[in-house]
């Protein structure tokens, strides 16, 4: 029996919110919006028809509250509600106050939610359907003991994922402190703070597969995502197909993932998640009761729209002769674009973005939650957008996904852009050669390390546009160039900063040639201007010719070429030496909540020794001694929230 759905309430926010939006919007469904005080002006909440405020800003104060959501949904008439992923979307409660309010909730049974939310009930389920599973062991609160799971192991989440709640232990002597850790940031996250212990897969692959089912009792796969590069157990490049997945393979691997299904009656389109390790074998993870982050290359490649089948099979129609005859279509790639800082491992970063576009082309496709002047909060997930390349094969999808990156203009929030393109250009990951290992073996730092030079040209670029707004601005003389006198006397000079290292461009412009030191090196040996305004620099260095789009920002100066991207800010000649943070200070890498303060004042402390532990994002963050010493201040405690660059704490070496 088909029940019609003319008004959608989506219960989430961001990229997932707008991505539900505008397939509503093309089947001629209505939509509702809830949003949260930091997101009242997000693009999400003007897109939709309808919008209700969630007053606060937490999580638990806003997405989480189901009851709010549910008044939202009578208040404005909607009949069904898409949980989206993350926050109420694997919430069982939540689907069966859906069920109790008469609204139907765009996903599986609550009894299939709640079943495949306690993960080790999960995990025992599929081994007695024939999945392969790892072995485990549920921790209680009763003595910690790794039993026969033996080391290395993984303390994960009983009823989470997305990385959170999940540590690594390779030593019995730190299993203890994992625990406790992986149970603070699981009760945080999900509300429940139970953890099991599972033996770990050195650097495996992380091979999921799509299914879909209905109420008539089919369930179908649309083949398989490769989701192996990892940061903090949390994905950021996601393909279809794996390259590391042949006919054979994915026909075992696709027909257990159906099983897996069947076994437990899905309706609606899910994702059964394995581990592949080196020799063939997988075992099963888990079931993710929603859609994915990574459903794009899914769609890319089989030309389906996911959101459109789960709210064609929520209002139970039966599944299309295109899913359940699907065929792979070339090959897709999804990059994960969060704000955060890449070289001070990948702390989530806050601001005001002042300028965000990713250029469109053939075979690119961008599902993002934030526009120009968006405000990117620590309350949140740190994802801004995720960027998809199609191609007709692997290489043809990465160098497509790698150039509209490249050059795209993401100004305000530092990023882990450059990053991504340098995964989607080196060598191994080329090759297919991707597992959860990959950026231990290739380290973050040195992948996005800029070009020889880049840099310095970028410096130079940002002074010859700071001087074509000196010289537009001039009241009188205005087409002379800046520093003109009748006789030569020094060169025009400027500092910039750039990553905490210092640029001194000391530049004299005759005609259009350019004599230019950065850092008293030559910026090349033949400089030419062709153009430069407050905007664009053309300049050619030693014979090759590039431009410079310049973005400026009070003292800041955004500056994108080719080849990479720089953010310069201008030192002034005179600084003001009151604010330098004194010697042995702790600065907050990142704004946030100061959890816990593990030292007193007065303690002798040891280099590498936590002090505190802030939380931003849903991610604990632990902040560590320098050097040997004793702390000789607090400036922070519990319960404070603190920004970036915050002193939290002085050790005195």
């Given amino acids: ?36 005080d930091p997101d009242a002006e997000a693009p999400y909440v003007t897109h939709a028809d309808q919008a209700v405020r969630l007053p606060g800003a937490a999580p638990a104060d806003t997405y989480l509250r189901g009851d709010l959501i549910i008044a939202a949904a009578a208040a404005t008439g909607a009949g069904a509600v898409h949980p989206g992923y993350g926050f109420l979307s694997e919430n069982a409660a939540f689907a069966r106050a859906c069920a109790d309010a008469s609204l139907i909730f765009v996903g599986p049974a609550p009894s299939t939610i709640q079943a495949m939310g306690d993960k080790v009930a999960a995990k025992a389920m599929m081994a007695e359907a024939g999945v392969p599973v790892l072995h485990s062991v549920t921790i209680t609160d009763g003595e910690i003991n790794a039993g026969t799971v033996g080391f290395p192991l993984l303390v994960k989440a009983a009823f989470g994922g997305g990385g959170r709640g999940m540590r690594l232990v390779t030593d019995p002597a730190r299993l203890d402190e994992a625990v406790q850790g992986a149970r603070r940031e699981a009760a945080a996250a999900f509300g429940d703070g139970t953890v099991f212990l599972e033996r770990y897969v050195p650097d495996p692959r992380h091979v ?50 159906v099983k897996a299904g069947r076994a437990i009656g899905y309706t609606g389109a899910g994702t059964v998640e394995f581990v592949l390790d080196r020799d063939g074998s997988f075992f099963f993870l888990e079931v993710n009761t929603r859609l ?93 957008a995720k960027v998809i390349g199609h191609g007709r094969t692997r290489a043809e999808a990465a160098r497509r996904l790698a150039r509209a990156l490249q050059r795209a203009e993401i100004h305000g929030v530092t990023t882990n852009r450059d990053l991504l393109v340098a995964i989607l250009r080196e060598p191994e990951f080329l090759a297919g050669g991707t597992d959860t290992g990959y950026l231990t073996r290739h380290d973050p730092t040195t992948l996005t390390a800029a070009p020889p030079k880049a840099t310095a040209l970028h410096a130079l670029a940002a002074a010859l546009a700071r001087q074509a707004v000196h010289r537009a601005d001039a009241p009188v003389l205005g ?26 461009v000391a530049y004299r412009v005759t005609g259009r040639t350019v004599q230019a030191d950065v850092n008293g090196e030559p910026a090349g040996e033949t400089v030419i201007v062709h153009a430069a305004s407050a ?39 005179f600084g003001d030496p009151q604010q330098a943070a004194p010697s042995g200070s702790l600065l907050a890498p990142m704004p946030g909540l100061v959890l816990r303060v593990l030292a007193d004042v007065g303690s002798a402390v040891t280099a590498g020794q936590p002090l505190l532990v802030l939380e931003a994002m849903k991610m604990e963050q632990t902040v560590t001694a320098p050097a040997d010493g004793v702390l000789a201040e607090l400036r922070a405690k519990a319960g404070d929230q603190v920004s970036t660059g915050q002193i939290l704490a002085v050790v005195a070496v």
């Fill in 208 to 257: 999921e597969v799509q299914i879909l089912g209905d109420a008539h009792g089919d369930v179908v796969h649309l083949f398989e995502r490769e989701c192996s590069i990892q940061r903090r157990y949390q994905k950021i490049v996601e393909e279809c197909p794996s390259p590391a997945v042949d006919e054979t393979l994915r026909e075992t691997l696709t027909q257990a993932a």
């Fill in 1 to 36: 029996m088909t029940q019609s759905i003319s008004t959608l309430l989506i219960a989430n926010r961001g990229e997932i919110a707008a991505r539900i939006i505008r397939t509503a919007h093309a089947l001629g469904i209505a939509t509702v919006a809830v949003y949260s």
């Fill in 292 to 384: 994915q982050v990574e459903h794009p290359v899914t769609e890319q490649v089989t030309g389906l729209d996911l959101v459109e089948l789960q709210l064609r099979i929520a209002a139970g129609e039966p599944l299309p002769p295109e899913a359940t005859q699907p065929a792979i279509h070339g090959h897709a790639i999804e990059a994960r674009l969060y704000a955060e800082d890449v070289a001070a491992g990948f702390v989530p970063a806050t601001g005001v973005l002042h300028r965000f576009a990713i250029p469109q082309g053939p075979g690119i496709r961008v599902d993002s939650g934030v526009a120009d002047g968006s405000v990117v909060s620590p309350h949140y997930d740190a994802m801004l």
């Fill in 535 to 573: 905007t664009l620099v053309d300049l050619e260095a030693d014979g090759i010719r590039r431009q410079y789009r310049v973005h400026r920002v009070g003292a800041d100066s955004y500056i994108d070429a080719s080849n990479s991207s720089s953010v310069l800010s201008e030192v002034p000649r």
């Fill in 479 to 504: 087409s002379l160039p800046s520093g003109w006198r009748n006789v030569r006397s020094a060169p025009q000079q400027v500092t910039y900063d750039a990553a905490g290292q210092k640029y001194a």
